[in-house]
């Protein structure tokens, strides 16, 4: 089993900043894609980031330029540090990750979600 734990989550006015943790544990043999999903009140569960495990990272077009996905892959813990924060990013962000871990002697593929963080923006 692989576990992920977000943390981080909280209120904050518009034109704030928040820092969001994800750090997965457990019988890690590899991490390999970590995302950042997202889920509004009402509106479908939304990819907002993407990074590698060599680093390479994508946005979605609603978060380029504002927010910044990172890892420390010793750790096995993803990061996102989200600027400029607007009503609109109020949501529940959700960390998501795939990679190969072991299962006794053997090494199969995991996919794992955290539970979930609330993030609220509001004045």
């Known amino acids: 089993q692989v576990q992920l734990v977000e943390s981080g989550g909280g209120r904050v006015q518009p034109g704030g900043s928040l820092r969001l943790s994800c750090a997965a544990s457990?019988?890690?043999?590899?991490?390999?894609?970590m995302d950042w999903y997202r889920q509004a009140p009402g509106k479908p569960r939304e990819l907002i980031a993407r990074?590698?495990?060599?680093?390479?990272?994508n946005y979605g077009d609603s978060v380029k330029g504002r927010f910044t996905i990172s890892r420390e892959n010793a750790k096995n813990t993803m990061y996102l540090q989200m600027n400029s924060l607007s009503p609109e990013d109020t949501a529940v962000y959700y960390c998501?990750?795939?990679?190969?871990?072991?299962?006794?002697?053997?090494?199969?593929?995991?996919?794992?979600w955290g539970q979930g963080t609330q993030v609220t923006v509001s004045a």
């Open positions: 998501h990750a795939e990679g190969s871990m072991w299962d006794g002697p053997s090494i199969v593929p995991f996919g794992s």
């Open positions: 457990g019988n890690i043999y590899g991490v390999y894609d």
């Open positions: 990074i590698s495990a060599d680093g390479d990272t």
